[in-house]
């Protein structure tokens, strides 16, 4: 009651499920540490998987839309109405992706315990730091010319608090810049370092022979059991159809 539906403000609804999870990452960061029966351990570590999924959620939309709206809390009643809605460019939108992760790292394990294999750890966050990277590097956004020749016009809600000069900003960086590349081959050095102090803890699951059926046994290994440290973030799918995760070939 009171929050815009983000359908009103040009998303789709299938969209609006980025915003539920960045809603819920704020409300457990905002809240937690009123829970009495969590070790600051607990807390801190939870707060760390929290950005994570904020990120994760706006890599999404970056992916999707370029800029979007940049909230920086969770939105109810008292304070919709002093939210600033209005998209942002989408350089501000992966510098934000950055800094969310980059929190995450200094709160979160390298690795963490069988029993707990699903949360999210210190080597998710830095892996996904490198995907944001990569994906700002690619010609999507970092180009000479921007992949639309038509700039949008800026309208609906909050369009009088979009600059005009930001627009073609949203959906591109302005121009093309190799450093982008630079930083990409920078966070995958500083991952595999990390991994390297921590005894190679992730590394691909290779074949325990040269026949057919050790490859494909590698291949299947790599999706569908659990806790294999191949795989930085596990989410599991929830259809009948794909048994638990995936069906092993």
Not at 1 to 10: C, I
Not at 62 to 72: A, D, E, S
Not at 87 to 104: C, F, S
Request: charged share 30%; glycine share 8%.
């Amino acid at each position: 009651e009171g929050v815009p539906s983000w359908t009103k403000l040009g998303f789709s609804p299938e969209q609006e499920y980025n915003w539920t999870g960045i809603r819920r990452g704020y409300i457990y960061i905002e809240n937690v540490d009123r829970v009495p029966d969590m070790t600051e351990e607990e807390k801190r570590r939870g707060k760390g998987e929290a950005y994570v999924i904020i990120a994760s959620q706006y890599l999404d939309l970056l992916r999707n839309y370029g800029g979007v709206p940049i909230l920086k809390t969770y939105i109810e009643a008292d304070n919709v109405m002093k939210t600033d809605f209005s998209r942002k460019t989408a350089q501000e939108v992966l510098d934000y992706i950055i800094e969310l992760l980059d929190k995450a790292a200094e709160l979160l394990p390298w690795t963490v315990s069988a029993g707990e294999d699903g949360h999210l750890t210190k080597a998710a966050a830095m892996g996904l730091k490198c995907r944001a990277l990569l994906f700002a590097a690619s010609p999507l956004f970092n180009s000479d010319s921007p992949y639309s020749g038509e700039t949008p016009i800026a309208k609906n809600a909050n369009a009088d608090k979009v600059k005009s000069e930001d627009i073609p900003k949203m959906y591109w960086f302005g121009g093309y810049d190799s450093k982008r590349w630079q930083d990409v081959v920078d966070a995958c050095e500083d991952f595999l370092r990390e991994n390297q102090a921590n005894g190679d803890a992730y590394g691909l699951i290779e074949a325990s022979g040269e026949e057919f059926d050790d490859y494909r046994k590698a291949w299947s290994t790599c999706y569908v059991d659990r806790y294999n440290f191949e795989i930085l973030i596990q989410s599991g799918r929830y259809y009948d159809t794909f048994a638990n995760t995936y069906l092993r070939c």
